[in-house]
């Protein structure tokens, strides 16, 4: 029963911000904690963000961090990925995962989420 839906990915150009939206049905948004994965072609996935379910911790790839931030309003389901200052090594589809954990716990390891979203391309080129 439970969906997860992706949206936000566009085209934009390398500077520009982007923010991705997870919204999930069928399960209350605060039973996980939310990551975001991105695969570009030839690329394996990619751990972007975790944020825990209670928001009060969060961990990012080396490669995002500074750049990208998560967010989460449980009352509205959903989550959010803001991406700003977005590079063309950005592209990728980025994927909306969800994990049941402890509170406070994050992982950017993709074996340990439950279920996954569709995807959301996002493309960065000038």
């Known amino acids: 029963q439970l969906q997860i839906v992706e949206s936000g990915g566009a085209l934009v150009q390398p500077g520009g911000s982007l923010r991705l939206s997870c919204t999930l049905s069928?399960?209350?948004?605060?039973?996980?904690?939310i990551g975001w994965f991105r695969q570009a072609p030839g690329k394996e996935r990619e751990g972007v963000s975790c944020?825990?379910?209670?928001?009060?911790?969060?961990d990012y790839a080396d490669s995002v961090k500074g750049r990208f931030t998560s967010s989460r309003d449980n009352a509205k389901n959903a989550a959010y990925l803001q991406m700003n200052s977005l590079k063309p090594e950005d592209t990728a589809v980025y994927h909306c995962?969800?994990?049941?954990?402890?509170?406070?716990?994050?992982?950017?390891?993709?074996?340990?989420?439950?279920?996954w979203g569709q995807g959301t391309q996002v493309t960065v080129s000038s």
């Open positions: 069928g399960s209350p948004l605060d039973y996980y904690a």
């Open positions: 944020i825990s379910r209670s928001g009060g911790s969060a």
């Open positions: 995962a969800v994990l049941s954990a402890h509170r406070f716990y994050c992982s950017l390891t993709e074996s340990a989420f439950d279920a």
